[in-house]
């Protein structure tokens, strides 16, 4: 029992704080009134009684460890010291150690005056986090250039990957093997060089159905069965799936409803042959195609040909005749000739003419 409450003594002295100096509040400074005939009035200030009593109680919630020390070392000097006193002076003091540290760790609110500029504000297009950060003491760069010379450190790590480490690939490649008669279906998958994404676990599988073992009313069962995963324009059926967190499983998945869907297929009891096969999901596009008769052949060529030998020989016969028009000396003419003068008409020069009569008579001139 000793120890125990001389080891309690050693805590409480190693969480004994020093009084708290008392806070003196700033003093306000009032502008002065324009135009008052009145004197300034203040607040009336608090009676004695009522600090004291506040005083009292600021005192009475602080835990005096100088008392309960005393207590203490008389109760380990005391022979016949009482179990359950000892027990309640223990709780106490366990007590008010924690009611200390939990003072002491505990942060201090501080309120921040809003900047003009927003500067206390969280910038999400920063590179970096400047929270957990040494204060800047003018030896250094910002947080954000650190973190402009890290991304140029990446582009120079890829750079020389690309370089150096790339070629070496070259080593391992294999010559392309097509796939066989026993390699029917196609897996596909999406890689993010390393990166998480939520679809890098998709996996999409495409297979023909005259690729698969089944005879043409298995495959028009299995066309029915795919429904609007298929293409009847290509002939080509596409499955995905990412509902499982692997490639691996995504890929178990589609080879199991793959097996299922031809052990449907081939099973004879019902072949849904009073069902048609419904298309409405795929849209066909016509392809516009070079018409079959304009097509060069031989007899076209041939044709063609006479036509350019007889217009040759008409224009020949022209140009000896004389009546042939040349039609680079027209242009030439048409833009080398002087640009004629606008004619006036005859009812505006009469207009103008009576106009300038009607002034005469108006304005006699005058004789010096």
């Known amino acids: 029992m000793a120890s125990g409450v001389q080891s309690m003594r050693l805590c409480l002295r ?47 919630d602080e835990l005096d460890t100088t008392e309960m020390e005393r207590s203490l070392q008389a ?12 027990t309640r002076t223990q709780e106490q003091l366990v007590g008010g150690a924690s009611a200390i540290v939990s003072n002491a760790l505990k942060q201090p609110n501080i309120f921040l005056a809003k900047s003009f500029w927003h500067e206390d504000e969280d910038d999400p297009d920063l590179l970096t986090d400047e929270r957990d950060e040494d204060p800047f003491d003018e030896d250094d760069i910002m947080a954000m250039a ?43 998958y999406t890689s993010y060089m390393g990166e998480f994404h939520p679809a890098e676990n998709k996996v999409v599988v495409e297979f023909s159905p005259r690729d698969l073992p089944l005879d043409e009313a298995q495959q028009s069962k299995l066309k029915k069965l795919l429904g609007p995963r298929y293409n009847p324009e290509t002939h080509v059926a596409k499955i995905s799936c990412e509902q499982f967190e692997h490639q691996a499983q995504n890929k178990r998945y589609l080879g199991d409803l793959v097996d299922s869907l031809i ?8 072949m849904f042959e009073d069902i048609p096969l419904d298309t409405r999901h795929h849209t066909f596009k016509v392809k516009p195609k070079f018409p079959r008769e304009w097509r060069m052949s031989e007899e076209r060529r041939k044709f063609l040909d006479d036509t350019r030998q007889k217009s040759l020989l008409l224009d020949q016969a022209k140009e000896e005749a004389g009546s042939l028009i040349n039609g680079k000396e027209k242009i030439d003419q048409f833009f080398s000739a002087p640009r004629p003068q606008e004619k006036v008409p005859e009812f505006i020069r009469a207009q103008s003419s009576r106009l300038l009569s009607r002034g005469r008579h108006q304005h006699p001139p005058r004789h010096a």
């Open 14 to 60: 190693a969480f004994r704080q020093a009084p708290a100096p008392r806070r003196v509040g700033a003093r306000i400074y009032v502008a002065r009134r324009p135009f008052s005939s009145t004197p300034m009035q203040w607040r009336p200030a608090a009676k004695k009684d009522e600090a004291d009593e506040m005083e009292a109680d600021e005192e009475d």
């Open 75 to 86: 109760a380990l000097r005391d022979p016949d010291i009482d179990l359950q006193a000892s």
């Open 146 to 188: 650190h973190g402009k010379f890290e991304e140029y450190r990446e582009y120079r790590e890829y750079a020389r990957i690309a370089a150096w480490e790339m070629p070496l690939l070259s080593k391992l490649a294999r010559p392309f093997e097509p796939p066989t008669a026993e390699e029917p279906l196609r897996f596909r």
């Open 263 to 270: 052990a449907r297929a081939k099973d004879p009891s019902d």
